[in-house]
T-cell receptor, first 115, second 114 residues
């Protein structure tokens, strides 16, 4: 069965600092990988996704993520964090090759941004 | 509609009561998913509908949970004889149906069982 681990429950950074959120997955084949962001009281919004091809993917709001098969990782990065990035971030894996997109989510990482 | 709509946004109920949660997917989306998000945890898959195919109910935690969807329209998630451990945010998502199709999420229903 597939699984996702986000090792950091809570991360605090200063505004303008760089950010990396870690995500490790377990899946036997090539996974479909996603990062979602959830602001308080809101649903989840997709930041970016990886299906195949270039392992460095660009997303919305200046985020990017790199798929590293050898490390089973899909870490999310942003070079300069803005106060509005404070939210909870979820990594998810979909079973590529199945007939539908059932997702398995990590436990989430809460990002706090200090001014 | 423009996005996935869920109602009510908040529901407080007493232990042992039944509750119904509603999800209105994006028009034209054939796939609909229900997830549960307990406090401090990630999302757990509950159930999936795709068109007129039999739903995937593999994530439903007990027989107190059930869901229905008529065609490609509204879905309702019913929890019977609610327990305190059912307290969570219930999120609905819809997509065009393929493994590569993006799931769009509603804002969720926060269920509190007293």
């Amino acid at each position: 069965a597939q699984s996702v681990t986000q090792p950091d429950i809570h991360i605090t950074v200063s505004e303008g600092a760089s950010l990396e959120l870690r995500c490790n997955y377990s899946y036997g084949a090539t996974p479909y990988l996603f990062w979602y962001v959830q602001s308080p009281g809101q649903g989840l919004q997709l930041l970016l996704k990886y299906f195949s091809g270039d392992t460095l993917v660009q997303g919305i709001k200046g985020f990017e993520a790199e798929f590293k098969r050898s490390q089973s990782s899909f870490n999310l990065r942003k070079p300069s964090v803005h106060w509005s990035d404070a939210a909870e971030y979820f990594c998810a894996v979909g079973a590529g090759g199945t007939s539908y997109g059932k997702l398995t989510f990590g436990q989430g990482t809460i990002l706090t941004v200090h001014p | 509609g423009a996005g996935v709509s869920q109602s009510p946004s908040n529901k407080v109920t007493e232990k042992g009561k039944d509750v119904e949660l509603r999800c209105d997917p994006i028009s034209g989306h054939t796939a609909l998913y229900w997830y549960r998000q307990r406090l401090g945890q990630g999302l757990e898959f509950l159930i999936y509908f795709q068109g007129n195919s039999a739903p995937d109910k593999s994530g439903l935690p007990s027989d107190r949970f059930s869901a229905e969807r008529t065609g490609e329209s509204v879905s309702t998630l019913t929890i019977q004889r609610t327990q305190q451990e059912d307290s969570a945010v219930y999120l609905c998502a819809s997509s065009k149906g393929g493994a590569r199709d993006i799931q769009y999420f509603g804002a969720g229903t926060r269920l509190s069982v007293l």
